[in-house]
């Protein structure tokens, strides 16, 4: 059974930071045939891609939202990707998800097939 386990969420003032973790289990495939998007809804929001990494290569791409602010970052040898998140803004405030993918990064939302549990992160002003 493929898991994705995210936590690292939390209450935080603004301009704060906070690392978020995915661990992965479970996968048919080696963990670096995927990507690993992070994704985040807030309340009466539509979920929306924060970052995504190619666990074979490493290479990420960001929304512009969080450029300059968020790095994602990924140990192989740990199935799991982090996501440090620096400078925070009550914008920022939203549940996070990780998902999985067998195709690039940059690909949309129905296109990720497995799905953590979301982490709460909110970030006050």
């Known amino acids: 059974e493929v898991q994705l386990q995210a936590s690292g969420g939390g209450l935080v003032q603004a301009g704060g930071s906070l690392r978020l973790s995915c661990a992965a289990s479970?996968?048919?495939?080696?963990?670096?045939?995927?990507?690993i998007g992070w994704f985040r809804q807030a309340p009466g929001k539509e979920r929306e891609g924060v970052a995504c990494?190619?666990?074979?290569?490493?290479?990420?791409n960001y929304a512009d939202s969080v450029t300059g602010r968020f790095t994602i970052s990924s140990d192989n040898a740990k199935n799991t990707v982090y996501l440090q998140m620096n400078g925070l803004k009550p914008d920022d405030t939203a549940i996070y998800y990780c998902?999985?993918?067998?195709?690039?990064?940059?690909?949309?939302?129905?296109?990720?097939?497995?799905w953590g549990q979301g982490t709460l992160v909110t970030v006050s002003s």
């Open positions: 479970g996968f048919k495939d080696d963990f670096d045939e995927y990507a």
């Open positions: 990494i190619a666990t074979i290569d490493g290479s990420t």
């Open positions: 998902a999985a993918t067998l195709r690039p990064c940059g690909v949309s939302i129905p296109y990720y097939d497995y």
